[in-house]
């Protein structure tokens, strides 16, 4: 295990009905509120109609219709709405991607040129306005980290970038709030949690026991209540446990300790970047190809420990053998939870892929 810096400062309100404390947390920051949100699921299911009604002594500036994969120019239509209204907090509902448009917006407020910026250079991330966030889809791990996505769509660009200052002060964990979540969405974010643990889990670091107990926790919690919720939606000690893990596989337990860069992202986000699919979908598609290239000597002992730690499996002579039992399992994993598996079943054929490569080599380097 190597040297690390660990801060996790953000509170964690968890459980049902914690919205209740909203009034008390965003009291701390001040009077002017950005609210930020997606395509309005917030509004159908009420939770939208809660915090304007908790929040009804406040000025509420609003910033709708974030996408799935947030663009530069809605991070740009947010920073510009924060500096005309003297935006004190920013309060971002929903899933990942609402909360990293609102960290990249958060960090825009305080600077001077193009947001972009901020996303291509994580260093001119200096002073950022306080991040409060109710989660409504467990996935990213966006509500425990200081890390965001943007996407720029003319250049088809999909980057992430990152600091410390980005991480949100507060975040309110209500898992009963997944309830009505499509069920791709779920499996999707499952997906998506799976491979935040995998890109760490499978680095070469020797002697990060702790960190690599922590991963097989979470991923064997994966598997086993991904497929209880999509059976039975509101079963909440699945969606509490998927919840949990979700801030969990993010928030540098898994990852300190082993350094290096990722894989699978950056090719996924040069997918999603051309295609716009559906993150944790390209990420499904991605790992077991990747489990299966990188599987060699020199891997295939952690391979052995994941067939047997994760998915309780008898050890074998053959490791080889047991190494591509496990990855076959996750691919299946993956397909019984009603994800595409192939590239061509998202629509997605080989005209960029030259391209693409070129892009997630680079974002790498």
Same mark, same amino acid.
């Given at each position: 295990?190597?040297?690390?810096?660990?801060?996790?400062?953000?509170?964690?309100?968890?459980?049902?009905?914690?919205?209740?404390?909203?009034?008390?947390?965003?009291?701390?920051?001040?009077?002017?509120?950005?609210?930020?949100?997606?395509?309005?699921?917030?509004?159908?299911?009420?939770?939208?109609?809660?915090?304007?009604?908790?929040?009804?002594?406040?000025?509420?500036?609003?910033?709708?219709?974030?996408?799935?994969?947030?663009?530069?120019?809605?991070?740009?239509?947010?920073?510009?709405?924060?500096?005309?209204?003297?935006?004190?907090?920013?309060?971002?509902?929903?899933?990942?991607?609402?909360?990293?448009? @609102?960290? %990249?917006?958060?960090?825009?407020?305080?600077?001077?040129? /193009? #947001?972009?910026? !901020?996303? =291509?250079? &994580?260093?001119?991330?200096?002073?950022?306005?306080?991040?409060?966030?109710?989660?409504?889809?467990?996935?990213?791990?966006?509500?425990?980290?200081?890390?965001?996505?943007?996407?720029?769509?003319?250049?088809?660009?999909?980057?992430?970038? @990152?600091? %410390?200052?980005?991480?949100?002060?507060?975040?309110?964990? /209500? #898992?009963?709030? !997944?309830? =009505?979540? &499509?069920?791709?969405?779920?499996?999707?974010?499952?997906?998506?949690?799976?491979?935040?643990?995998?890109?760490?889990?499978?680095?070469?670091?020797?002697?990060?026991?702790?960190?690599?107990?922590?991963?097989?926790?979470?991923?064997?919690?994966?598997?086993?209540?991904?497929?209880?919720?999509?059976?039975?939606?509101?079963?909440?000690?699945?969606?509490?446990?998927?919840?949990?893990?979700?801030?969990?596989?993010?928030?540098?337990?898994?990852?300190?300790?082993?350094?290096?860069?990722?894989?699978?992202?950056?090719?996924?986000?040069?997918?999603?970047?051309?295609?716009?699919?559906?993150?944790?979908?390209?990420?499904?598609?991605?790992?077991?190809?990747?489990?299966?290239?990188?599987?060699?000597?020199?891997?295939?002992?952690?391979?052995?420990?994941?067939?047997?730690?994760?998915?309780?499996?008898?050890?074998?002579?053959?490791?080889?053998?047991?190494?591509?039992?496990?990855?076959?399992?996750?691919?299946?994993?993956?397909?019984?939870?009603?994800?595409?598996?192939?590239?061509?079943?998202?629509?997605?054929?080989?005209?960029?892929?030259?391209?693409?490569?070129?892009?997630?080599?680079?974002?790498?380097?």
């Amino acid at each position: 295990m190597e040297n690390f810096n660990f801060k996790a400062y953000s509170e964690m309100i968890f459980g049902k009905g914690q919205i209740t404390n909203l009034p008390e947390v965003i009291s701390r920051y001040g009077k002017n509120i950005l609210l930020a949100y997606g395509g309005g699921s917030i509004k159908r299911n009420g939770i939208y109609d809660s915090v304007k009604k908790l929040l009804k002594d406040y000025n509420i500036i609003e910033l709708d219709k974030i996408e799935p994969n947030p663009k530069i120019e809605t991070v740009r239509r947010g920073v510009k709405l924060c500096k005309e209204n003297n935006i004190d907090v920013i309060l971002a509902v929903g899933g990942g991607s609402t909360i990293d448009c @609102a960290k %990249v917006v958060a960090a825009g407020a305080f600077y001077d040129g /193009d #947001p972009w910026d !901020l996303v =291509t250079n &994580p260093e001119k991330i200096d002073k950022v306005l306080p991040i409060v966030t109710i989660l409504t889809l467990a996935a990213t791990g966006s509500e425990m980290n200081g890390n965001a996505v943007i996407s720029k769509m003319d250049t088809n660009e999909k980057l992430g970038t @990152a600091s %410390v200052n980005m991480k949100p002060q507060v975040s309110i964990l /209500d #898992p009963e709030y !997944l309830y =009505t979540l &499509p069920s791709i969405q779920t499996a999707a974010g499952t997906a998506d949690i799976m491979s935040h643990v995998f890109e760490s889990y499978f680095k070469k670091t020797e002697g990060a026991f702790v960190q690599d107990k922590f991963s097989e926790g979470l991923l064997e919690t994966c598997i086993k209540y991904c497929p209880i919720a999509l059976k039975d939606p509101t079963n909440y000690e699945a969606r509490a446990n998927l919840m949990w893990a979700s801030s969990m596989a993010l928030n540098g337990l898994c990852g300190s300790g082993k350094p290096g860069a990722w894989t699978c992202h950056p090719i996924e986000h040069e997918l999603s970047a051309f295609y716009d699919i559906t993150h944790g979908v390209g990420l499904a598609i991605v790992t077991p190809r990747w489990m299966r290239y990188i599987l060699s000597e020199n891997t295939v002992d952690k391979f052995v420990d994941y067939a047997i730690n994760v998915w309780k499996l008898e050890p074998k002579e053959d490791k080889f053998a047991l190494a591509n039992e496990a990855i076959d399992l996750t691919e299946k994993f993956f397909k019984d939870c009603g994800i595409p598996m192939t590239l061509k079943e998202v629509n997605i054929d080989e005209t960029h892929f030259d391209e693409m490569a070129k892009g997630a080599v680079n974002m790498v380097l």
